[in-house]
């Protein structure tokens, strides 16, 4: 969702663009970026319903983030705080929970425990 | 100088280091320390709440000095952070409590931002993202028996919704202050009158005062440009010489690049790197030219002082597929897909047509507009 939410930004500020310059070519961007902002939210929803093909499509999605944003600090050199953290922790993180857990949240957000945990 | 490139602490001001320094120093203690923490739920949600607690207690330092409230403000926060962290999760309020906690803070940011009491920073940003995550995570339901199924449905939606939304929000909120601050002016603008600085445009640091000398080499660059571009004033003399221009076809203000490499002499008038033209129904009409060095990175050579300060974009997006401008990169560092993010060399603008600004100063947007309904 949160990925969502920053795709979404992403959108807008093509659209805003598009408009300005009354542009064909960044409306399609516009729509693009529009429709990948969606992507997060499809794999969420089909996660919690059990999709199996969830995974994979979720597992793409942050490999594809994943490798443009390592692109972006390694290669153009853009190694920011913000563009680190978001663009290759973020999608490192989800691509770890992806591929290693099964689709719940509880381990990482776990529900009240009487007794006490420690977890790692 | 300022890096030609980012690196990892770039663009974070010298009062909000001890915040990120906090934060890391937080998340290695409990780390160190989780054996002796053995009450306290170490998943996801801990370790962030962890990394704001320790950001929030290290800007407490970073604000002491100057801003007493705020930093106590910073330090009663931070110390909520770790002890809700500490504190078992088995009681009713605590979800309900961290969730008001984590929103205040995000709500208090963005208040405090759109006011112009605080520029958005990496640290400020990070720490809103950890933040976001946070409420997503204690958003989530739990403990709900397999009979309240409906229920649970209904929280994941209104969680997940509400996630989505928050995270546009502040991002959007962050951007719009991001791009009317002056957060990398480095006291710059006030001495270039004309001149303002954001996020997306970084200021070369020039001297307060203009000497005669200055004065009489800022005319003389604005004469021989003039000269020496008049002939572009036909756009399709321009597309001849080899210019393009840098965004898709539409109309606005648009710069039309010079295509070819770079000539060895950044400030020769007679082939600007750019030609800026704005699209009336008549047709283009020539605004001025932008000149700009061949490497980046390389400050710009001075002509009139406080006159003539050289700038760089820190945030362009361009498309790869057509090599146009396809935006600027959002708060959270993004481009639109296919696109690179890119740091410009230094830039000039002089503008022949009587900008209200001046020759060197910003374009007047609102007589720009004018000129394109004209």
Same mark, same amino acid.
């Given at each position: 969702m949160l990925q969502s939410g920053a795709c979404c930004l992403v959108a807008l500020g093509v659209f805003v663009l598009a408009l300005a310059g009354r542009s064909a070519e960044l409306g399609i961007l516009a729509a693009v970026s529009g429709a990948l902002a969606l992507v997060p939210v499809v794999v969420a929803v089909a996660l919690a319903a059990g999709r199996g093909w969830a995974r994979g499509l979720g597992i793409i999605y942050e490999l594809l983030l994943l490798v443009s944003g390592v692109a972006d600090v390694l290669v153009l050199r853009n190694a920011d705080l913000v563009a680190t953290v978001v663009n290759v922790i973020l999608p490192g993180a989800l691509l770890w929970l992806l591929l290693r857990r099964a689709p719940t949240m509880s381990a990482w957000s776990s529900a009240a425990s009487p007794g006490g945990s420690t977890r790692s | 100088m300022a890096p030609a490139t980012s690196t990892l602490f770039a663009g974070i001001p010298l009062d909000h280091l001890p915040g990120l320094a906090g934060g890391v120093a937080a998340l290695l203690?409990?780390?160190? *320390?989780?054996?002796?923490? &053995?009450? !306290?739920?170490? =998943? $996801?949600?801990?370790?962030?709440?962890? /990394?704001?607690?320790?950001?929030?207690?290290?800007?407490t330092f970073g604000h002491a000095s100057d801003q007493r409230l705020l930093s106590l403000l910073f330090l009663a926060n931070g110390v909520a952070y770790m002890a809700l962290f500490l504190l078992p999760r088995d009681h009713w309020w605590w979800r309900p409590a961290t969730g008001l906690l984590l929103f205040g803070t995000i709500l208090a940011y963005v208040i405090y931002g759109a006011t112009g009491r605080e520029e958005p920073d990496p640290v400020g940003v990070v720490d809103k993202m950890d933040e976001l995550v946070a409420l997503g995570l204690v958003m989530l339901p739990h403990g709900?028996? +397999? *009979? %309240?199924?409906?229920?649970?449905?209904?929280?994941?939606?209104?969680?997940?919704?509400?996630?989505?939304?928050? !995270? /546009?929000? !502040?991002?959007a909120s962050i951007w719009a202050e991001d791009l009317a601050g002056s957060g990398h002016s480095h006291g710059v603008a006030t001495c270039a009158p004309n001149?303002?600085?954001? @996020?997306? !445009?970084?200021? &070369? +640091?020039?001297?307060?005062?203009?000497?005669?000398?200055?004065?009489? @080499?800022?005319?003389?660059?604005? $004469? %021989?440009? *003039?000269?020496?571009?008049?002939?572009?004033? =036909?756009?399709?003399?321009?597309? @001849?010489?080899?210019?393009? +221009?840098?965004? +898709? =076809?539409g109309d606005g203000v648009v710069h039309y690049t010079l295509l070819r490499a770079a000539p060895s002499r950044p400030l020769d008038p007679h082939h600007p790197a750019a030609l800026v033209y704005v699209l009336t129904r008549h047709g283009p009409v020539l605004l001025g030219a932008m000149y700009q060095m061949a490497i980046q990175g390389q400050t710009g050579p001075d002509v009139g002082g406080a006159l003539t300060p050289w700038h760089y974009h820190t945030n362009i997006c361009i498309s790869v597929p057509g090599l146009f401008l396809s935006g600027m990169s959002t708060p959270f560092g993004q481009c639109p897909p296919a696109s690179l993010r890119i740091t410009t060399s230094d830039q000039l603008h002089v503008w022949t047509a009587p900008n209200p600004n001046g020759p060197f100063g910003d374009l007047d947007q609102a007589w720009a507009r004018r000129l394109e309904r004209a």
């Open positions: - | 203690l409990v780390r160190l *320390r989780r054996k002796s923490l &053995r009450a !306290t739920t170490l =998943d $996801a949600l801990g370790w962030l709440l962890v /990394f704001t607690g320790g950001v929030h207690i290290g800007l709900l028996s +397999p *009979r %309240e199924a409906r229920r649970r449905r209904v929280r994941w939606v209104i969680g997940s919704g509400a996630s989505l939304v928050l !995270t /546009f929000l !502040t991002g001149h303002h600085a954001s @996020a997306v !445009t970084v200021l &070369r +640091p020039v001297p307060c005062t203009v000497t005669p000398a200055q004065q009489a @080499a800022a005319n003389r660059l604005v $004469a %021989e440009t *003039r000269a020496a571009i008049a002939p572009y004033a =036909d756009v399709r003399v321009a597309v @001849a010489a080899g210019y393009r +221009p840098a965004t +898709p =076809d």
